[in-house]
């Protein structure tokens, strides 16, 4: 058999791929990362739209893996827009030699294992291939965007544009009728901007959803300082939270606390602004009688900032706060109280068809010149599942995710031998702050190839047996509380037909860390070489 070209092929060059090429360079693997994109950057890459900004704080949401380039990196405002984010990327892609190694414009289609289960080919899009002993599939957690099905669409005249697939350059929406299908955190964030420039906003939403000020300001270079004179200690903290995320998490019951404490609890986390809202109590996530505590005061708040009460009401979500996402705005609630602004329930009149310049619903006719789609993502298993992988005796990874995926610690699957996922289903990636969990992926990842090398073995595979029982245990431990109660993403509810699963793993950051180190410490337990 011929020697494959690469040692190790790395699909995505989003914050995932990047790193693991660095690690897989300085250990002396032939290494190539492919990219569908035309940079660096993943989802920041695609997404940018305006508004476009990260919910966990820039300070955290940055590499650590070099001391160097954390203290060295300046990052502007509390929480990174999309446009320096990407810069950082850039930045880090440039610092780090990266270029050298990626192939950009260029999309897997397939990935097809050899006989002898020790390698992988690789089929673009355009019909190149490529072979590689393994395959680091870097591809992202909300990276394949979900489109509606709405009728018409295809006929609107004018732009069509998705958050997450946003056309290069500034979109200019003076003088224009625009329509934004979609409540999540996309549309969330770019329903502010785009009504400050349009001349007519209607906002088209399904569910309401709870935001929370994200009090976003520029960053006090004295505290930036202080940060980064103990930035490892710092870092090494909030590794120990059960999100990867530094910051208070209150333990205290919700439902011991007295009605005046609960109150000042919640208002001091509005007022500080951010995700940590739900750290006020322990328990919030774990009784409805808890929860509706948080949920009440935030629907207070959206009354108390939305002038028409009608409005407010259509607002005020009436689910489990902290089920879906939450989600974290500047002036988002407030944009409605602007003339040109039009909240329209699609529960109450949903949408029946778009028209050349119009969106259609069953109780109105409302024109538009612009729509963006704000509708999200095929999380978590969308790029694993729109590569075309092929494992063992030619079964697809897509046709045995029918009904649902299942991944041993959401890094590797049974049938796919020598094929990692970085954040795959299964791991904790999107409950953690994601670019501290992606290192310690591709260091699991990176370690491990060391191994196989060593110990020359030209086949990783994890059992079934490994995998059913984390698979297990990834359910098991999402039934807990009630964050599963609700349909949404992390369980695959956002898109039509997708099993019902659920995703991400919720047992915190340190627990899995904790296993992860215990499958290396017992030989890779979990794991069979050939
Ligand atoms: P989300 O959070 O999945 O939000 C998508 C929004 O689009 C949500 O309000 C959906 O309503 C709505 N949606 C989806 N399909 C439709 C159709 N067919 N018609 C009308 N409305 C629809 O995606 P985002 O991009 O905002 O954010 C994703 C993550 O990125 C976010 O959680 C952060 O982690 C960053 P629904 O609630 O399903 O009724």
């Given at each position: ?14 914050f ?18 492919f ?14 739209y305006?508004?476009?900004?990260c ?15 954390q ?19 850039e ?20 990935l ?57 350059g ?16 996309s ?53 120990q ?5 530094h ?24 007022r ?25 005061f ?13 409005t ?25 109280n602007?003339?040109?602004?039009q909240?329209?329930d ?13 969106i ?25 599942t ?15 995710w ?13 049938g796919?031998?020598?094929l ?48 059913q ?62």
């Open positions: 058999m011929a020697e494959p070209e690469l040692d190790v092929a790395v699909i995505g060059a989003g995932a791929g990047m790193y693991m090429l660095h690690r897989l360079r300085g250990l002396g693997f032939r290494a190539r990362v990219e569908a994109g035309s940079g660096v950057g993943g989802t920041w890459y695609w997404n940018r305006p508004g476009a900004r919910d966990i704080e820039s300070v955290q949401y940055s590499y650590q893996f070099d001391e160097a380039l203290q060295e990196w300046v990052w502007s405002e509390r929480h990174a827009t999309q446009p320096e984010i990407l810069g950082y990327a930045h880090v892609a440039e610092r780090f030699d990266l270029y050298a190694d990626i192939q950009f414009d260029t999309r897997i289609e397939g097809e294992l050899n006989a002898a289960g020790t390698g992988w080919t690789l089929e673009t899009e355009d019909g190149a291939c490529f072979t590689a002993r393994f395959c680091v599939m870097a591809t992202g957690c909300l990276s394949v965007p979900n489109w509606p099905a709405l009728p018409g669409l295809e006929n609107f005249a004018g732009p069509v544009l998705h958050t997450a697939r946003w056309p290069h500034a979109q200019d929406f003076t003088g224009r009728r625009v329509a934004v299908i979609g409540t999540g955190s549309g969330i964030q770019t329903i502010p901007l785009v009504a400050e420039q349009a001349d007519r906003l209607t906002v088209f939403q399904r569910t309401a959803n709870y935001t929370i000020p994200a009090r976003n300001a520029p960053l006090d270079p004295e505290k930036v300082r202080a940060l980064k004179a103990r930035y490892k200690e710092f870092r090494a903290e909030a590794k939270t059960g999100p990867g995320i910051a208070v998490f209150r333990p205290a019951s919700v439902l011991e606390a007295s009605e005046d404490e609960v109150f000042e609890r919640f208002e001091e986390r509005w500080d602004g951010g995700l940590i809202f739900m750290g006020a109590f322990g328990d919030l996530m774990l009784t409805q009688e808890g929860n509706d505590k948080a949920a009440g935030v629907r207070d708040k959206i009354r108390a900032i939305v002038d028409d009460a009608e407010a009401e259509r607002l005020c979500p009436r689910n489990i706060i902290g089920a879906k996402r939450l989600c974290v705005d500047t002036d988002y609630y407030a944009t409605y602007r003339d040109n602004v909240l329209v699609l529960r109450a009149e949903p949408i029946e068809r778009v028209g050349e310049s119009s259609r619903t069953g109780a109105d006719d409302y024109p538009a010149d612009v729509v963006i789609i704000a509708t999200g993502f095929d999380a978590m298993t969308g790029a694993l729109n590569v075309d992988i092929r494992g063992r005796d030619g079964v697809r990874l897509a046709e045995l029918d009904e649902g995926p299942s991944s041993y610690l959401g890094l590797a699957m049974n796919f031998p020598n990692f996922t970085v954040t795959g289903p299964g791991s904790p990636s999107v409950f953690t702050n994601m670019i501290p969990t992606i290192e310690q992926h591709v260091d699991w990842i990176a370690d491990c190839l060391v191994h196989a090398r060593d110990h020359r073995h030209g086949r990783i595979e994890a059992t079934g047996d490994a995998e029982a984390w698979w297990a245990h990834v359910q098991e431990v999402g039934r807990v509380g009630l964050k599963a109660t609700v349909d949404s993403w992390y369980v695959g509810a956002n898109v039509e037909g997708k099993a019902r699963v659920f995703l991400p793993y919720l047992g915190g950051f340190p627990e899995y860390c904790r296993k992860c180190e215990e499958v290396v410490a017992r030989d890779y337990e979990g794991f069979a070489f050939g």
